[in-house]
């Protein structure tokens, strides 16, 4: 999975943290059994900020908590358009293959399972996804947490562009080849 650009500081942030999931392992020895935990956990402010962690432990508290401490580092900036995402993405993550699609005001969230937990946790209100290939709870999770990531800011998009094509604006404008045979007479 991508890491962040820049770190963010969870202690700056009111966090809400959801349990997605909890996976009991068991382990075959000589003696028997022994018993193993993973926790998914998701955490977020509800106002563009999502992370996702994974905790395995003996026990099961001692697994949250593990996967709390790794979604408070693993926090990202998702880029909303008022209540949704600025557009239309597709990712895969293993075997697991997310579809985010934004939606007009008062869709809601129409999603299941891990893809629901991050999206109501990152704050968006309105989208569409599709949940393809793999129902593995934690990759399906990683899928949506590297499409947020992926998703472009359309101002910045432009800011980045608007010069590369006011150049190119310049050079085929006809004035530019009026002003240049003026000044070659």
């Known amino acids: 999975m991508k890491e962040p ?13 959801k349990l997605i999931y909890i996976n009991r392992v068991a382990k075959v020895m000589k003696g028997g059994k ?3 935990f993973s926790a998914l956990v ?7 900020h999502v992370g996702i ?20 580092k693993s926090l990202i900036k998702v880029p909303l358009a008022r209540a ?23 869709i809601g969230i129409i999603a299941g399972g891990s893809i629901r937990a991050v999206l109501e946790t990152a704050g968006i209100k309105d989208i569409l996804t599709k949940s393809l290939g793999s129902s593995n709870k934690i990759n399906v999770a990683k899928a949506t947490i590297l499409a947020l990531s992926q998703l ?12 590369a094509l006011d150049k190119t604006a310049e050079e085929r404008s006809p004035s530019a080849e009026v002003k ?6």
């Open 34 to 36: 022994r018993l193993s």
């Open 180 to 185: 240049a045979t003026v000044e070659e007479r």
């Open 84 to 106: 949704t995402i600025p557009h239309e993405i597709r990712v895969h993550f293993g075997a697991a293959k997310v579809m985010l699609k934004p939606a007009p005001p008062g």
């Open 152 to 163: 472009k800011d359309p101002a910045e998009a432009l800011a980045r562009r608007k010069p």
């Open 53 to 72: 962690g994974v905790g395995k432990a003996k026990d099961v508290p001692g697994a949250i908590n593990k996967a709390n401490a790794t979604a408070r």
């Open 5 to 17: 650009l820049g770190r963010i500081d969870p202690t700056d942030l009111t966090l809400n943290d």
């Open 42 to 48: 998701v955490t977020g402010d509800g106002n563009g």
